[in-house]
C-alpha cells in the first residue's frame, strides 16, 4: 500500500506560480512512476504530468509543456510539479497518483485545489 499525501495548493493571480508537492509513504516510492493529474469543477479528470521511476523521462499534457515542470526526489519520497505562468484555466484540483506497475496509476492522493485568479 502506498498513501500519497498533497501540499502546495493554494489562490494565486494569473502570471504566478506555485509548486505542489506530493509526499509518499509505504511502499518502494521510487520504483514507481509517478503522475500528477487535476480536475475542474464539471470536467473529466485529465493527465497532467508524469515522471519514470528514475526521473530520467517526463511527459506532459501540451496545454502546461513549458509552464510546468515535474520532478522527483526519490531520498525524500517526493515528487512536484512546479507551476509557472499560471491561467485561470489551470484552476482545478490537483491530485499525485503512483503506477507501480507501468500501466495503471494505483494509488492516489486526496488532492490540493489550485485556484488562478485572472
Known amino acids: 500500500q502506498v498513501q500519497l499525501v498533497e501540499s502546495g495548493g493554494g489562490l494565486v493571480q494569473a502570471g504566478g506560480s506555485l509548486r505542489l508537492s506530493c509526499a509518499a509513504s509505504g511502499r518502494t516510492f521510487s520504483n514507481y512512476q509517478m503522475g500528477w493529474f487535476r480536475q475542474a469543477p464539471g470536467k473529466e479528470r485529465e493527465f497532467v504530468a508524469a515522471?519514470?521511476?528514475?526521473?530520467?523521462?517526463?511527459s506532459y499534457r501540451d496545454s502546461v509543456k513549458g509552464r510546468f515542470t515535474i520532478s522527483r526526489d526519490n531520498a525524500k519520497n517526493t515528487v512536484y510539479l512546479q507551476m509557472n505562468s499560471l491561467k485561470p484555466e489551470d484552476t482545478a484540483v490537483y491530485y499525485c497518483?503512483?503506477?507501480?506497475?507501468?500501466?495503471?496509476?494505483?494509488?492516489w492522493g486526496q488532492g490540493t485545489q489550485v485556484t488562478v485568479s485572472s
Open positions: 497518483a503512483a503506477n507501480p506497475t507501468g500501466y495503471t496509476y494505483d494509488y
Open positions: 515522471i519514470t521511476w528514475s526521473g530520467g523521462s517526463t
